[in-house]
């Protein structure tokens, strides 16, 4: 018997996962070194992996093989053909390099046998590397115009997003069940409802996910970001036109949305947050950081226990802590006593004059936006032309969005802006719509140093109203 042998095979697109691609080249790898007299020691498969330079896969058993030989573990490397070893002409370098090194030579079903130790077998190697390497090449052009030509047609391609079905050589059409679902989660985050508080709604209702048994803040986030929801064509990451489908949203709440998804001040609140809604809102009066929540707990005080309430406390001075029931019953009595006056409601009417200037500001941008993607698919803008253009436009587009949300009227709080008394509204409120009108109404809460063990005083809640 000859020298030890592995035998590589590989294959680059395995949709189904049946590896019958690489099952054949092995079979006959194996035949190709009965022929020649090798044992072969060691196989090695790489399944549904490219080998061109537009491949990002990483091709973790042809790594090995390569270890292998240069260990001396096998001094053979067989193939079906130079194009399933490599693609790049850079790696024919390495294999050169490898049999020059180290003495290991190369056998292939189909590409016949390179002799690299003389210069015309490794110009040959290499005229065979460039031809792979282009055809390679020539394939994903190929491949990405028929993408870009489908996308142009509104024709999909890949798995069904949520919220859509599929007829095939058709658009896709919105999906009669969850269409809606992605609707009015979308209305709901333009109100200022937050992603965790809707995830439970529908959780409670039993509407499944498109994964799993449970809806998450992540996974709605990740659907209500989507460009096609409000019709728009995308193609590597940009915005390139109008689909030919039926939007599930309108373009305004859906630029609302993403201003809200993406606003770096957005926080994902913690649990006690939920309950506590006055958690992160208020800022601590020595050192200015906000006030976090602690949980009720058990302590020793010269040797009798002493149990201590839930509070508000700074994390970073320790300069405050104050129970929590005495703030928000302060809070509390000061929402709703506003609220109850005669131009209470009024402030939650927001401002319309700012509302107006930011919404034609909005416009004008998006026309613009708009105008870059005709021209784009006029052959008058270059693919990174339009990605500067969008990367500049599209910020701006969103700080308009968010001025006009900030200053629009609070229409998720009308139980609060109807007149009469608001008490029964305040009371059966959820600690997240506490949050928003407390939100609404006040620039900043501090509360103020008191001195241990000093009873609570409710002037030492200092408040800053949005509006007078």
Not at 363 to 379: C, M, Q, V
């Amino acid at each position: 018997m000859g020298h030890g042998a592995g035998l590589y095979a590989r294959i680059s697109d395995d949709r189904e996962g049946l590896e019958q691609g690489v099952e054949r080249q092995v079979e006959d790898g194996h035949r190709l070194a009965d022929r020649l007299d090798l044992r072969v020691i060691d196989t090695y498969v790489d399944n549904d992996r490219g080998a061109s330079t537009r491949s990002r896969k990483p091709r973790p058993e042809y790594a090995r093989m390569l270890d292998d030989a240069r260990a001396g573990r096998i001094s053979t490397i067989i193939a079906y053909s130079n194009s399933r070893l490599t693609r790049r002409p850079r790696e024919v370098e390495d294999l050169i390099e490898l049999h020059e090194r180290y003495g290991v030579r190369i056998h292939t079903v189909v590409s016949g046998d390179d002799d690299l130790s003389t210069a015309d077998g490794r110009m040959v190697a290499r005229i065979k590397g460039n031809v792979d390497a282009a055809e390679a090449e020539r394939t994903g052009e190929r491949v990405a115009r028929a993408f870009q030509q489908r996308a142009e047609r509104g024709l999909p391609h890949g798995a069904v997003a949520y919220g859509w079905t599929r007829t095939p050589g058709q658009p896709d059409a919105a999906d009669p069940e969850a269409a809606p679902i992605i609707a009015e989660a979308a209305r709901r985050i333009a109100r200022g409802e937050s992603a965790r508080s809707i995830c439970a709604d529908l959780n409670e209702r039993g509407v499944r996910p498109p994964r799993g048994e449970r809806w998450s803040p992540t996974v709605l986030r990740q659907i209500l970001l989507r460009e096609r929801n409000c019709g728009r064509l995308i193609r590597k990451g940009q915005v390139i036109g109008r689909g030919v489908w039926e939007p599930i949203v309108d373009e305004d709440t859906h630029d609302r949305v993403v201003a809200i998804l993406r606003d770096p001040s957005r926080r994902t609140a913690r649990k006690n947050e939920l309950r506590y809604y006055l958690a992160g809102v208020m800022t601590c009066g020595k050192c200015g950081a906000p006030l976090r929540t602690a949980v009720g707990r058990v302590v020793t005080v010269n040797g009798r226990e002493k149990r201590q309430p839930p509070a508000y406390w700074c994390g970073e001075c320790y300069g405050i802590r104050r129970k929590i029931s005495d703030v928000e019953d302060t809070v509390e009595a000061l929402v709703v006593g506003r609220l109850n006056m005669p131009d209470g409601p009024e402030l939650l009417a927001g401002s319309p004059e700012v509302v107006r200037e930011q919404t034609a500001r909005a416009e004008a941008l998006r026309a613009r936006l708009d105008r870059a993607a005709d021209d784009y698919a006029d052959g008058l803008l270059t693919p990174e032309q339009l990605r500067r253009i969008t990367g500049k436009l599209r910020p701006q587009i969103e700080d308009a969005t968010r001025r006009a949300r900030e200053a629009g009227p609070s229409p998720q709080l009308e139980e609060f802006s109807k007149g009469g008394d608001v008490r029964p509204a305040w009371d059966a409120a959820s600690p997240d719509r506490k949050r928003q009108v407390v939100n609404t109404l006040f620039k900043r809460i501090v509360v103020k140093p008191a001195g241990q063990g000093r009873a609570f005083d409710p002037d030492l809640i200092a408040v800053e109203w949005r509006r007078a």
